[in-house]
């Protein structure tokens, strides 16, 4: 069978593939979908109470906007799911989908002589080979393309499950144990059924770990109820509401001004001696300030949950989540319970025992663990760049969040994270087309890598979380090198007192073509 030639490809069709595949539409790009919908980890990695972290205006693309742009409330993700395919469906994206389409196979059949050239705009002759098995049939239909979009991101699909002394793992325990991953893939009354009246223990102390609390809390409700334990290794800041003593959040993090205090690459000596010496104390304070709100606000440390580094280090790192509301209530009432666990545990027929001897029954263990996107991207990608991802920084070094200076005619969009990441798939996108376009030529291979390192380094120096590539005390600065590089002005705002004080989003950076 020949194989389908096109100029540019895209794998995965969740919030990145559908930006990616919009931007690019001129191109008319084959987008594979292993699932039957698109949406990604809205879709496949939702529980039934899962809302968004922000409100809807912060988390829209920028030609287009929520209907009901200013309702306060947090979007489900259904309303999200909702968005999104009303965003393909209004800018024919579905056309270029094909559903159902699982890539088992990537191998690069370009001009190896070139490899380590950078980029090179595409040229009429593929570069990259991509075998997909359609769901249902034994037969591979093989793709050709010049130019290949990675959006399969960093969740989802590959669960991290935690290593475990030799039969001391999962195979011990008589009761049943799942990742959250399969979890997300029950219905209501599947979910409330595997939860109620049982003893469930739920590993993590992330967003969907809560969530998960919460709803098994809200299964137990009845005579029977039995409480649910989670596992609590390591701690992190979470907030009531976006409030801080009565000031707004983005006051704080997400304006020109407020980012000014933060480190950033490229910057003067001048500048980096002033953020060490001047701002340091003043960040230290700002963030002292929002830590004494959530304290008075949230019953931390009744429950010894107060996290030992700053607020900072966790906003730094996009790891700040929204309290579930019936959290600490669920938890005064002793429906949900915390244990510490510096150390290791392990399984034993019961439950679940820790190396300072104490144990928890159990009839249900949840491992809401994360997710193993470097295993999701070696599965995808052949040698030797698979090599690549073996990085001795533990991130992927992309310029612009994006493209891989030592991968040819491949780009990845959605592993870089932000305050919000559909706006940062969006504004990458529309660089990654514009680059594909030939519009803009890339600095050399060395000044790319360059960059990624001075990235790093601040990520480094900001949060001891740095591995999770997140750019969000400096997302501005981030965004205003793309709109440069674009030939668009970086200051986005109608007033100078906007561009100092009001909070950046997708509408900002709408651009008329």
Not at 341 to 347: E, T
Request: proline fraction near 6%.
């Amino acid at each position: 069978m020949d194989p389908v030639v096109s100029k540019v490809g895209i794998i995965g069709a969740g919030v990145s593939g559908i930006a990616a595949a919009k931007h690019l539409s001129h191109h008319n790009p084959i987008v594979l979908e292993a699932s039957d919908s698109i949406g990604g980890v809205w879709r496949h990695c939702s529980y039934n109470s899962t809302k968004l972290q922000s409100h809807r205006r912060d988390y829209e693309f920028s030609d287009f906007p929520w209907f009901d742009r200013d309702n306060p409330e947090y979007p489900s993700h259904l309303e999200i799911l909702d968005y999104l395919n009303s965003y393909a469906e209004h800018f024919d994206v579905l056309k270029f989908v094909r559903f159902n389409s699982k890539v088992v196979e990537v191998r690069f059949i370009g001009d190896w002589e070139t490899t380590d050239a950078g980029f090179k705009p595409p040229a009429g002759q593929p570069a990259w080979e991509v075998a997909v098995q359609t769901s249902g049939e034994d037969t591979i239909q093989w793709y050709a393309f010049e130019f290949l979009v990675v959006c399969i991101g960093k969740y989802g699909d590959i669960p991290r499950i935690p290593e475990f002394p030799h039969n001391k793992g999962p195979q011990a325990f008589q009761g049943q144990v799942l990742h959250s991953l399969d979890y997300c893939k029950l219905d209501k009354k599947a979910a409330s059924e595997l939860l109620k009246d049982k003893k469930v223990v739920v590993v993590g102390y992330k967003k969907s770990a809560l969530d998960l609390a919460v709803e098994c809390a809200e299964a137990n409700q009845g005579p029977k109820g039995q409480p649910c334990t989670m596992v609590v290794r390591t701690l992190h800041w979470t907030v009531p509401h976006y409030w801080v003593w009565g000031l707004p959040f983005f006051l704080f993090y997400s304006t020109r001004a407020s980012q000014f205090l933060h480190p950033r690459p490229n910057q003067s000596f001048i500048r980096t001696i002033t953020c060490l010496l001047a701002l340091s104390p003043l960040r230290h304070a700002i963030s002292k300030f929002i830590e004494s709100y959530i304290l008075w606000k949230l019953p931390l440390e009744k429950y010894g949950l107060k996290p030992d580094h700053s607020f900072e280090e966790d906003y730094a790192s996009c790891q700040m989540a929204i309290t579930p509301e019936n959290l600490f209530s669920e938890a005064d009432k002793g429906r949900i319970k915390f244990k510490r666990s510096q150390g290791n545990w392990w399984f034993n027929k019961d439950g679940i025992e820790f190396d300072d001897g104490s144990k928890i029954d159990a009839d249900v263990v949840v491992l809401a663990t994360g997710y193993d996107g470097k295993k999701k991207l070696k599965s995808i990608l052949p040698d030797p760049f698979r090599s690549l991802l073996e990085y001795p920084s533990g991130i992927m070094p992309l310029y612009r969040g994006t493209i891989h200076p030592l991968i040819p005619n491949m780009a990845f969009v959605g592993y870089l994270e932000s305050v919000s990441n559909l706006h940062s798939s969006e504004l990458r996108s529309i660089w990654l087309a514009r680059l594909i376009d030939n519009k803009f030529k890339l600095p050399s291979v060395e000044k790319m890598l360059e960059q990624t390192t001075k990235e790093l380094e601040v990520m480094k120096d900001t949060t001891r979380f740095y591995k999770r590539f997140c750019i969000s005390t400096f997302s501005i600065n981030h965004s205003d090198e793309i709109c440069e590089e674009m030939g668009w002005a970086s200051w986005r705002k109608n007033t100078w007192l906007a561009e100092a004080f009001s909070p950046y989003g997708g509408q900002d950076y709408l651009q008329k073509y």
